[in-house]
């Protein structure tokens, strides 16, 4: 998947929605009745990160530096950061963004 793929997946999803979170533009939430569950940076020096909140086990199993890292500003919660979405498994992705989609559901 690519990151147009990506977000027509994320958008796609009942009631999901855009936020821009810079006045650039380089930066914007995937929300679900105002809660996150993804981020997009399309700012350099790497373009197109994806993060987006993860179970406790994928948290500590898919990082794989420099193209999956651990978020640590929110060490209450499990978020990662995919560099480089067209190099990630896709089918697995799409797991990860219906997870973290129903968990900002709940919320």
């Not at 105002?34 to 990160?49: C, D, E, L, V």
């Not at 089918?91 to 709940?106: G, H």
Request: net charge negative.
């Amino acid at each position: 998947m690519n990151y147009i793929d990506v977000m027509k997946f994320c958008l796609a999803l009942p009631k999901a929605e855009r936020k821009l979170l810079t006045p650039s533009g380089t930066a914007f939430a995937l929300t679900v009745d105002s809660n996150t569950f993804g981020y997009f940076q399309t700012g350099a020096p790497i373009q197109w990160q994806f993060t987006l909140r993860v179970t406790p086990q994928h948290y500590v199993e898919l990082p794989d530096p420099p193209r999956v890292r651990q978020v640590k500003e929110q060490p209450d919660e499990h978020w990662l950061t995919i560099e480089r979405v067209e190099n990630f498994d896709g089918e697995l992705l799409k797991q990860l963004i219906t997870w973290s989609y129903q968990q900002a559901q709940t919320l």
